[in-house]
């Protein structure tokens, strides 16, 4: 059995690649998704006849809008990356199509109470009703929303170590020293073979002009 020191140092030494969690492979586990973004996206695009933005890594709307022109695209997609509406439909054609998933914002809130660590509160309300809101505020209409609960295991303390550096978001006080007292009771729980139960929040949502 790995001790405390051993995980703990591992996962602060191991290189961060953004919110990419594979090289936690079999230590998190995550329930699936009754939907697959990537198969529903390249179906939406292959019916496409026209040009596809795929926002992920873009900041798109949230410096002042798009250099791109009105009415440019047939599909706006977008996984897991903040959107202005008004932009998305800014450049959406008129029978253009915006598929979007997102992740809800009280995402790992079972992280937070298990470390005692305050609740994140900029997105607490983000959902689908919400996202569906701004939609429709900006000229969009949702043909589709669906929302998933996953359930989320974390089999070792060094997993949710490293996953807390890649998802800042979730507990932005972070820090090994400051948790370690709670650090350590987790990792005497995993170490019993009872992984630390969490709950992801993931809603998909196409829209088309209204």
């Known amino acids: 059995m790995r001790t405390y020191e051993d995980l703990i140092a591992e996962a602060l ?3 961060v690649n953004g919110p990419d969690l594979t090289y936690l492979d079999e230590r998190m586990t995550e329930g699936s ?3 697959a973004y990537r198969q529903r996206a390249d179906e939406v695009t292959g019916q496409a006849d026209g040009p596809v933005l795929d926002m992920n890594g873009e900041s798109v709307g949230s410096a002042g809008g798009l250099s791109l022109p009105d009415g440019e695209f047939a599909v706006v997609l977008n996984q897991h990356h903040p959107y202005d509406p008004s932009e998305v439909r800014r ?3 008129e029978d253009g199509v915006f ?3 997102q992740v809800g914002g009280l995402d790992g809130l079972a992280i937070n109470e298990a470390l005692g660590a305050p609740l994140p ?3 607490s309300d983000w959902a689908l009703s919400t996202a569906r809101t701004g939609l429709e505020k900006a000229g969009l209409r949702v043909r589709n929303g669906r929302t998933a609960f996953p359930e989320r295991l974390f089999h070792d303390v060094g997993a949710l170590v490293y996953f807390l550096r890649a998802t800042p978001r979730q507990v932005p006080d972070f820090s090994v020293e400051w948790y370690d007292k709670e650090l350590r009771l987790l990792h005497d729980q995993m170490s019993a073979n009872e992984p ?3 709950r992801a929040v ?3 949502i196409e829209a088309e002009p209204a």
């Open 13 to 15: 030494a191991a290189p």
């Open 33 to 35: 998704l009754p939907w």
């Open 91 to 93: 450049v959406l054609r």
């Open 99 to 101: 598929l979007t998933e």
């Open 121 to 123: 509160s900029d997105f």
């Open 196 to 198: 630390l139960r969490d």
């Open 202 to 204: 993931r809603f998909l």
